[in-house]
């Protein structure tokens, strides 16, 4: 095969930059591509060349083959590396390219196409002898035929999106009264986010190990694995954390479960990265679950404990050479972990965010890894995944790395939007997590009640900085030093800071020196200013150093406190509003998005709790639903509008 020169990323995001650093650093050329809401993104910023390829949603952008074909005939790429997600198991897109003359850097057509369908991979993974769950993976798609098979498999069961993954388009189910309805919603997601709405149903296996083994094959026939991961910490079927080697894998179990992929991939003879899932039962039986023909999120922990690049191998198997490692050459050393960084509330159900990023600063200083692409001034869309990035540790032992990625995670600064940091933080420091006594069902089991995933209360100490720094800003903004600027200096000031729908009164006594006392909460806090800027704080609370990142604009305050941001208001000088939103008849929309079903018309009579509007937002649908008894008096939406968050959807009286 030809030698590669210039690689174009059909990405966005993390994968694109992270694809780029390995090819820039190999001496490739790379070029991005974007649309119209990645036009100053740092996928495009990082490319030697960018080309534009249409509009936000992905379907005229990110899903359109013509166009990235146009991008790389019009770049002079002559091969095409399609990341994660969007076209990366897209049997078409793979002959589109290799028809265009272009290098898929992937596995061939028939294997991604196999392997994309749930329903027909299993089929192939049960004649080639690799241990299958109980199910059904037939032709038939109509209710009737499902009905009957998943009373056949029995409950709980799970319905799973057959060209699907990430969650989409997947539902557990524990009684057949529930059964059409998470049908329609699984077939709505399916088609939406991957073009069919074909399902399968499965035997659900109540909180098992989800364990995944790194493939790697050349065009000479070599196929071997890389070890394997732990990827059991998921929210909604999506994966948060992840971790190599697996904490109760064994010797024979690493050998069998390695055996059992390499069956999976020499069926259809595979080329390049490929991993293969099972699931881990208590009593050590494994199953496949699915197999991913492209490289996945969590690749940086299978490189920490190999010391070797995904990437750089992906290229050199492009061009046709074979693997630089044989089976019993692939070492093991130490132990890595990673987690997901997402744009998303766990208090609100982990709803996406949207927002502009005011301000991104990874914490590198201590060995940690982090792959994102995120800069600041950037807006969050809701037209992709969440995912921002990934913090990635190693150490020499299991415990080693979980407090060097503990540390990463609570000094990374994010400012701007909500994140899933504190649960990630929370996640790390569960004494079972330590013990790694964990299944599927440990977020499920352990944080149904836990503080992070509540809606956040600020401590004294955190509304006591906050009402310095908006003190300050005012002083700043008459050209004064703190304390330094008002005639009765003496008077305490009164402050009404807010979180959301709650709100705080804080008085503050600024006296000599940058000292102030601010009383909060039946508590007296002494604050002494030590050193800022328009980024940073350091002050001495109550005798104890520390600092602050943190942006203020006006009355909205940006403020980190390990491990994670809060938007404050200052509403000292606002018109208090009587009306909650809890007792209020407004529906808003709760984000960014389409609307994709609307279950109601004016007129109708809901009652609170009743499912009216149904939101698709970054690749997952959202139901909304009243928030009291009432009658309809008007829906100002329809199916296919766009909406922008906190617009006013319909309104019940």
């Known amino acids: 095969m030809p030698a590669l020169h210039k690689i174009l990323i059909a990405n966005r995001g993390e994968i694109a930059c992270r694809i780029q650093r390995t090819a820039q650093a190999l001496g490739y050329r790379t070029v991005a591509v974007f649309s119209d809401a990645d036009a100053d993104a740092l996928h495009v910023q990082m490319a030697d060349q960018a080309v534009h390829i249409g509009p936000a949603p992905v379907q005229q952008s990110y899903l359109n083959i013509p166009a990235i074909l146009e991008a790389a005939r019009r770049s002079g790429a002559d091969a095409i590396h399609p990341g994660y997600g969007f076209l990366s198991e897209n049997a078409e897109f793979a002959r589109a390219c290799e028809q265009a003359g ?124 890389l070890g394997e991961r732990d990827c059991s910490i998921q929210r909604r079927h999506q994966k948060v954390i992840e971790e190599a080697p697996c904490p109760v894998m064994t010797g024979e ?7 059992a992929a390499l069956k999976a991939g020499r069926a259809v003879n595979y080329v390049g990265a490929g991993t293969v899932e099972f699931l881990l039962d208590a009593r050590g039986q494994f199953y496949f679950l699915e197999m991913n023909t492209r490289l996945q999120v969590e690749h940086p922990v299978t490189e920490l404990v190999t010391g070797l690049d995904l990437v750089a191998w992906q290229l050199h198997v492009a061009e046709g050479l074979p693997l630089p490692l044989t089976q ?42 982090v792959d994102h692409g995120v800069c600041a001034g950037q807006s969050i869309s809701a037209f992709y995944d969440p995912l921002l990035g990934k913090l990635i540790a190693h150490g020499a032992t299991r415990e080693e790395a979980r407090r060097k990625l503990l540390r990463a995670v609570e000094d990374s600064v994010l400012l701007g939007v909500q994140s899933n940091q504190r649960l990630l933080a929370s996640l790390l420091q569960h004494p079972q997590f330590i013990d790694g006594a964990f299944s599927t069902g440990f977020i499920p089991r352990h944080f149904a009640d836990h503080p992070c ?201």
């Not at 744009?343 to 590198?364: H, K, M, S």
């Open 453 to 653: 995933l509540q809606p956040l209360t600020p401590s004294a100490e955190q509304l006591a900085i906050a009402a310095l720094l908006f003190y300050q800003g005012t002083a700043a903004a008459h050209r004064a030093p703190l304390a330094g600027w008002r005639n009765n200096a003496s008077e305490p000031l009164l402050y009404r800071l807010a979180l959301d729908e709650q709100d705080w009164p804080v008085q503050l006594r600024a006296t000599a020196q940058g000292r102030c006392q601010v009383e909060v909460a039946g508590r007296t806090i002494e604050l002494r200013l030590v050193e800022h800027d328009e980024r940073t704080v350091t002050l001495d609370l109550d005798g104890l150093r520390q600092r602050h990142a943190y942006r203020l604009d006006a009355e909205q305050l940006w403020l980190f406190t390990r491990p994670g941001s809060l938007r404050l208001v200052d509403r000292t000088h606002a018109v208090i509003d009587s009306q909650t939103s809890v007792s209020s008849g407004t529906l808003k929309a709760p984000m960014d998005g389409a609307i994709v079903d609307v279950l109601v018309s004016e007129g109708s009579v809901v009652s609170k709790g009743q499912l009216l509007v149904v939101l698709e937002a970054m690749k997952m649908e959202h139901p909304l639903k009243a928030g009291i008894d009432g009658i309809l008096k008007r829906v100002q939406v329809k199916v296919g509008d766009q909406v922008k968050n906190r617009q006013v959807l319909l309104q019940v009286e």
């Open 328 to 369: 019993y050459q692939v070492q093991l050393n130490g132990h890595a972990m990673e987690v997901r960084l997402y744009a998303e509330d766990p208090a609100q159900d982990f709803l996406p965010q949207t927002g502009r990023i005011a301000a991104w600063e990874p914490a590198l200083a201590h060995g940690a890894r």
């Open 102 to 225: 272009l290098t898929f850097i992937g596995p061939g057509a028939d294997a991604i196409e196999l392997m994309g369908s749930k329903r027909l991979s299993k089929l192939a993974m049960l004649e080639a002898g690799v241990p299958c769950i109980a199910g059904y993976q037939g032709a038939a798609q109509d209710d009737a035929t499902l009905l009957r098979e998943a009373a056949r498999i029995g409950y709980p069961l799970m319905i799973k999106a057959s060209a699907g993954g990430g969650g989409r388009g997947m539902r557990l189910v524990h009684d057949a009264a529930d059964l059409p309805a998470q049908l329609r919603t699984a077939r709505s997601e399916a088609l939406h986010g991957f073009g069919s709405a074909e399902l399968i149903l499965e035997q659900a296996l109540i909180e098992p190990r989800h364990v995944e083994v790194q493939l790697f094959g050349d065009r000479h026939g070599n196929l071997l694995y």
């Open 253 to 259: 179990l690493r050998q069998a479960m390695g055996e």
